[in-house]
């Protein structure tokens, strides 16, 4: 099992940027996909971003060019730098992690985005 602690959602004004943290209970060289997903109220819970051991990422077409993932193996932390936020990308962002041989996913607790107009 990893716990996973998500960190710096806020209140921002559209054309804003925050930088989310996700701090993993054990190394993330043990964890094979690490991403965020997010979930509008009333909505089902959609990628944003992950990135791999190799360091492969994947991005939302949604997201593309404007949001950046990125991991600090020594800290056991992956960001989200998200840049350019429109009133669309209100939700609560999930860390999530898949480990190696281990095939049920886990989850952080979420932290709140919320961009105005």
């Known amino acids: 099992q990893v716990q996973l602690v998500e960190s710096g959602g806020g209140l921002v004004q559209a054309g804003g940027s925050l930088r989310l943290s996700c701090v993993a209970s054990r190394s993330i060289f043990s964890i094979a996909v690490m991403g965020w997903y997010r979930q509008a109220p009333g909505k089902q819970r959609e990628l944003v971003a992950n990135?791999?051991?190799?360091?492969?990422?994947n991005y939302a077409d949604s997201v593309q060019g404007r949001f950046t993932i990125s991991r600090d193996n020594a800290k056991n932390t992956v960001y989200l730098q998200m840049n350019s936020l429109k009133p669309e990308d209100t939700a609560v962002y999930y860390c999530?992690?898949?480990?190696?041989?281990?095939?049920?996913?886990?989850w952080g607790q979420g932290t709140q985005v919320t961009v105005s107009s």
């Open positions: 999530n992690a898949l480990l190696r041989f281990i095939p049920t996913p886990s």
């Open positions: 990135i791999t051991t190799s360091g492969r990422t």
